[in-house]
């Protein structure tokens, strides 16, 4: 028979299991803080696939047909033998598509000695629904797929795992697309990147030693970008004016990254330049010719001048691009890492600058000035002292402007540009004072 504790071994046991619980709330935050700074070295490198949450779909004996999965090294024997691998149907990826379509299925499978791996229950119907068949399997800490494949009957996927490196000098951008749009007083970019490795082996840009890639691997865009923001495989992370893209680069394989930014525009005419961290195979520029822009529905004016490309087309349907809308855009240019690409845009829908009809004011203001004084001076005849204190009166005034000028430009109420011209002006005119209060002085 069960018998109740006294009250006083009761309350002892409940204030053991109050501390008890004091205790564990205070150590598992702390454990949970130390375990997020732990260095990156101590965590898995990539993690076997896990099951999706799909539905193996029942198929008849009729219906079915046979797929196999080949798992093979590049270089080692025996290394796709006893893998679990993945057999995944999806619909196909669009060419510039920054992350893979979701599976509708999936099936399982061990590999035997010879690295095979067999699916015997696959529908027949795959094709007919717009799905493509691809393999996973992992190996080393690395997840490999294969590419995307029309289903057949009896057909053997090839399925290739690679060994890891960090060598770099592999590494190309084999296209750079960047699409430019115009939006009030922006340049909208939407650039693709497309990466591929060319070594022998695997590079997971995670592992890659050394500071600049503690972050990832960097991809840098104008110091003037706004607003970036990347997408597609694996994870990225924009800081200040560079991306740094965590994921696998598999050989052979391309890799896609989106990143879409902007930079403000004021004049009519716009010089772009960027610098290539790795070598780029080819790089395009394309506007669409009409715009969102409702002041300015069609840029008929704009011009593209993109020095050492070897394509320039303007029209619809250009590129690959769609033919019901007007583009102007060049392609072909080769940029080695480290060097730079530019391209020039003219006819901008923005505002005409304004600094030369202000240093034409300026200039009619002086002459004027200079006139009423000359006639002034030759009518009154004043004296040297008179003389003297408008000439100083005149020099403070121009001081003043130049202070102005140069707090204006602090403040970025006014360009670079306007600075230097209004700036100029200015000392001209300051110098002419000097030279009249020395001639004065004489």
């Known amino acids: 028979m069960n018998q109740t504790p006294p009250p006083k071994t009761a309350t002892l046991n409940l204030m053991r299991f109050s501390v008890l619980s004091l205790f564990l709330c205070i150590t598992l935050p702390l454990f949970a803080q130390v375990q997020s700074y732990a260095p990156e070295t101590n965590i898995p490198l990539r993690l076997p696939p896990e099951p999706l949450t799909t539905t193996t779909p029942q198929v008849k004996p009729a219906d079915a047909m046979t797929i196999q999965v080949h798992v093979s090294h590049a270089s080692l024997a025996n290394e796709g033998a006893g893998k679990p691998v993945f057999l995944r149907a999806a619909r196909a990826r669009g060419p510039f598509e920054p992350t893979?379509?979701?599976?509708?299925?999936?099936?399982?499978?061990?590999?035997?000695?010879?690295?095979?791996?067999?699916?015997?229950?696959?529908?027949?119907?795959?094709?007919?629904?717009?799905?493509?068949?691809?393999?996973?399997?992992?190996?080393?800490?690395?997840?490999?797929?294969?590419?995307?494949?029309?289903?057949?009957?009896?057909?053997?996927?090839?399925?290739?795992?690679?060994?890891?490196?960090?060598?770099?000098?592999?590494?190309?951008?084999?296209?750079?697309?960047?699409?430019?749009?115009?939006?009030?007083?922006?340049?909208v970019f939407r650039q693709t990147y497309s990466i591929v490795n060319r070594s022998e082996f695997a590079i997971d840009t995670t592992m890659l030693p050394g500071k600049q890639f503690e972050k990832g691997l960097p991809i840098t865009v104008p110091i003037k970008a706004q607003g970036i923001r990347a997408f597609g495989s694996g994870s990225n992370l924009v800081v200040n004016s560079t991306i740094y893209w965590r994921g696998v680069l598999l050989p052979g394989r391309t890799a896609q990254i989106q990143v879409h930014y902007s930079i403000p525009v004021k004049t009519q005419t716009y010089v772009y330049k960027q610098k290539m961290d790795y070598k780029t195979e080819n790089v395009e520029v394309i506007l669409p010719l009409q715009t969102k822009f409702k002041k300015v529905p069609r840029l008929s004016n704009l011009q593209l001048f993109p020095p050492g490309f070897k394509e320039t087309e303007r029209g619809g349907g250009i590129f690959g691009l769609r033919a019901d809308i007007d583009f102007i855009g060049a392609r072909g240019l080769e940029v080695e890492a480290g060097k730079e690409y530019t391209f020039q845009l003219k006819g901008l829908p923005f505002h005409r600058p304004m600094v030369p009809y202000y240093v034409l004011l300026v200039g009619i203001t002086c002459a004027i000035f200079a006139f009423f004084f000359t006639t002034k001076v030759s009518a009154q005849r004043p004296s040297s002292k008179e003389i003297a204190s408008t000439l100083e009166g005149e020099k403070r005034t121009l001081l003043d402007e130049l202070i102005l000028l140069d707090q204006e430009r602090r403040d970025k109420t006014i360009t670079q540009s306007e600075y230097e011209n209004e700036t100029f002006i200015t000392r001209e005119r300051l110098a002419l004072i000097l030279k009249k209060m020395s001639a004065n002085d004489a």
């Open 100 to 187: 893979a379509p979701k599976p509708k299925f999936e099936w399982t499978a061990l590999s035997d000695s010879q690295g095979i791996a067999t699916f015997p229950a696959i529908p027949k119907n795959l094709a007919e629904q717009g799905l493509r068949l691809h393999a996973i399997v992992s190996h080393g800490g690395i997840v490999f797929d294969s590419p995307p494949e029309i289903p057949s009957a009896n057909r053997i996927i090839p399925l290739k795992i690679y060994e890891r490196s960090v060598n770099l000098n592999k590494i190309v951008i084999s296209n750079l697309r960047s699409l430019v749009e115009i939006w009030e007083s922006y340049l």
